[in-house]
């Protein structure tokens, strides 16, 4: 039984990361950010959370899921991203980065944050404040022209 006690030694790791980011440890949040936050960084949609979820039996919503990933969110524990109209992404990866983004496919790839400058970043309107800048480079397969 080594994995049971690896599963609820990474569970109660997991309920006392959430704790520290200020939110209660629910079946729900443990489930999910078991799911996110076991096989390092990844990109993931509420959809491809909740298919996850529901594979492994967990009793979640698809409301449940984009609750607690805006959740994870605002707590820090993930970055949202928008790369085109129709989905947005949440990121585990919480440090400053880039992305890649292959259309064809749906699929997001980490750019390290030292591989792009931005630069003419216009002023920003009188009672905001600069939270960061997103680059996606967006990407077909195929051959070169």
């Known amino acids: 039984m080594p994995n049971r006690k690896k599963d609820q030694a990474e569970q109660a790791e997991l309920a006392e990361k959430l704790r520290r980011a200020g939110l209660r440890p629910t079946r729900q949040r443990v ?3 078991t799911l996110l936050f076991r096989n390092g960084h990844r ?6 959370l ?6 492994i039996g967990a009793l979640v919503s698809l409301a449940t899921v984009y609750n607690t990933l805006h959740q994870f969110t605002d707590a ?3 970055c949202q991203g928008a790369v085109d109209f129709d989905h947005s992404y949440f990121d585990t990866n919480t440090e400053p ?3 890649f983004y292959i259309e064809d496919e749906r699929l997001l790839i980490d750019i390290p944050g030292n591989h792009i400058s931005v630069a003419g970043v216009p002023s920003i309107p009188t009672g905001t404040n600069f939270d960061r800048v ?7 397969r195929g051959t070169r022209r």
């Open 76 to 78: 820090g524990l993930l």
């Open 50 to 55: 909740h298919k996850e979820a529901v594979a």
């Open 31 to 33: 489930a999910l950010g």
């Open 43 to 48: 990109h993931v949609t509420p959809e491809i």
């Open 97 to 99: 980065h880039q992305h």
């Open 134 to 140: 997103d680059v996606v480079v967006r990407l077909k």
